[in-house]
């Protein structure tokens, strides 16, 4: 289960193709409900990519922290 400040590896994103390969972190304090069809806030390493909606299956942790 994912945490706010994890950092994570994008594995693919429905939201946005471009961030598939990337690091990301959590943002969500709590965990994904009805208002993000259950995808976590994940702010992307990249400058030219906003913010995206991910499912779990879509993330793996690094173990790190930020």
């Not at 779990?56 to 942790?61: F, I, N, Q, V």
């Amino acid at each position: 289960m994912c945490q706010a400040r994890d950092e994570v590896q994008i594995v693919s994103c429905a939201d946005d193709g471009r961030a598939a390969g990337k690091t990301g972190v959590i943002l969500d304090e709590v965990p994904p409900g009805p208002l993000t069809e259950g995808r976590w806030t994940v702010k992307v390493d990249a400058f030219w990519i906003a913010d995206v909606l991910c499912e779990s299956g879509e993330l793996m942790k690094t173990g790190k922290r930020r």
